[in-house]
């Protein structure tokens, strides 16, 4: 076996290199299951890392980015200056799901959301890739649902739904294909136990609701006074007849579309968000987190997440991954994963949003989950969900200041606490595949220059060696 030895002063060239901008980074390393699974952090942006301000996705205060997608690999924020009509400003940003950079801001069209308030107030995407936003009604008005194409120039957009309706409606989500073809709008009235279903057949909604009366919400009573499930409940549709509702207070839950729970936290209480230790100073906040649920399947496995630590517990602000035991995807043996970020995203209030979206990627032999979570106010963030980890190696490489590259044989790894922040890796200048935290080095000879760098190339470890 070939070895490498390596001089106390090449040792120091493999210490990471840290420019002095601010580092957005949740620095937790996460362990490997023993299903060997691992969650790992490409990129964080808190109000805790911002010194407790406000997290703005453009850096100009007094936007509300209430919501976001993702499409092939580009986050899409939605974002209203204000309520006022006229003299608003509606906006999308775009940003990038590998670095969280900000690429693009792109201003609607006035005609797009002429007459609203609250325009531009949420965002969804149907299965077909077609992206919606909605506005906001706090009492009566009209909703309108608006199909957009951000990245064309003029922008693209088309009225798919406006239709008159009485009471408070903030989100919305949607199923099919909703400009070409047959799906559905889902349509949470607050402080209620109604949804609004509007049919859209051949790209044309039917502007007369079908009203779903939710017969249950869990727990009941809720941990704090609310009305049905209150203000900004979140809906993820999973398929023509299932649907995920998250409420205020109240606990994500699956229904049918006749409105009967099918299955929830309601099965497995210890898991809920509610069941969450609240702080000590207040054992009576048992509140759980803002709205936001998210299920997913990875290479066989089904996972959900959810918005679980409010903004006023110990570690404020953070989501819960879960894993389902198989197909049945039954909540009673739903097993718990993590608990992320490690240190919470914030204290800025936030009752409106806590979302997440996933995105399954080709990482080489195995698909791995680019987990996008956002808080309002309080951030966002780009995490990795990795199947099938190599164990890294032992606690023998604690003693590292900082993260170093590691050879062994033909293989060069990460070690060190953070190590799971570097995710590129180069050899002799030229990008590698580095599946699973390890490069090969088979073939290799001679001197050879290894680099590793985080996604956005932030921070950077080098090392010479020779072979």
């Avoid at 890739?129 to 008005?141: A, E, L």
């Avoid at 649902?145 to 008159?164: A, D, F, H, V």
């Avoid at 989100?171 to 799906?183: A, E, H, M, Q, S």
């Avoid at 097993?335 to 399954?360: D, E, H, K, L, W």
């Amino acid at each position: 076996m070939k070895k490498i030895f390596v001089s106390s002063i090449t040792l120091l060239l493999a210490f990471i290199s840290i420019s002095s901008a601010q580092q957005w980074l949740d620095t937790h390393t996460y362990p490997v299951t023993e299903n060997k699974e691992q969650l790992r952090n490409v990129f964080l942006r808190s109000a805790l890392l911002n010194s407790g301000s406000t997290v703005f996705i453009n850096d100009v205060a007094g936007g509300e980015s209430r919501g976001f997608v993702e499409k092939n690999g580009k986050l899409y924020f939605v974002n209203r200056t204000s309520n006022n009509n006229p003299g608003h400003i509606a906006q999308i940003f775009e940003v990038d799901g590998s670095t969280g950079d900000l690429l693009n801001t792109y201003d609607l069209p006035a005609a797009a959301y002429n007459g609203l308030t609250f325009s531009a107030n949420d965002i969804a995407i149907d299965d077909a890739g077609n992206i919606f936003i909605s506005n906001m009604v706090t009492t009566s008005g009209e909703l309108r649902i608006t199909y957009i194409n951000p990245t064309q120039s003029p922008m693209e957009w088309e009225t798919l739904l406006s239709t008159t309706v009485n009471g408070r409606f903030e989100t919305f989500d949607v199923y099919g294909d909703l400009k070409n073809g047959n799906g559905f709008i889902l349509v949470p009235k607050s402080s209620s136990n109604i949804i609004h279903r509007y049919n859209v057949t051949g790209g044309v909604a039917n502007t007369t609701a079908q009203e779903i009366t939710i017969s249950a919400l869990f727990p009941d009573p809720p941990p704090s006074a609310v009305t049905g499930f209150g203000q900004s409940a979140r809906i993820q549709i999973i398929s023509n007849d299932r649907f995920y509702l998250d409420g205020a207070f109240r606990n994500p839950t699956l229904y049918n579309m006749s409105g009967n729970p099918v299955d929830g936290f309601q099965n497995n209480i210890a898991l809920a968000p509610t069941s969450i230790t609240p702080k000590p100073d207040n054992p009576a906040d048992r509140r759980g987190g803002p709205t936001g649920v998210t299920e997913f399947t990875l290479n066989g496995k089904h996972y959900l997440i959810v918005a679980s630590a409010n903004t006023d517990f110990v570690t404020p602000q953070q989501f819960d991954l879960f894993q389902f035991k198989d197909d049945n995807k039954n909540f009673s043996d739903m097993t718990f994963m993590y608990r992320f970020p490690n240190a919470g995203m914030g204290r800025t209030s936030n009752g409106i949003a806590s979302i997440s979206n996933v995105q399954i990627i080709n990482d080489g032999s195995k698909d791995k989950a680019r987990i996008y979570i956002y808080s309002f106010r309080n951030g966002y963030g780009i995490y990795d969900l990795m199947t099938d980890v190599a164990e890294e190696p032992g606690s023998e490489y604690d003693w590292l200041a900082a993260p170093a590259i590691f050879v062994e044989g033909d293989m060069a790894s990460i070690v060190g606490t953070g190590s799971n922040t570097f995710v590129k890796f180069f050899v002799n200048g030229t990008e590698v595949e580095f599946t699973n935290g390890i490069a090969d080095l088979s073939g290799l000879s001679g001197d050879i220059s290894l680099r590793a760098t985080s996604a956005n190339a932030s921070q950077v470890i080098r090392l010479k060696i020779r072979r």
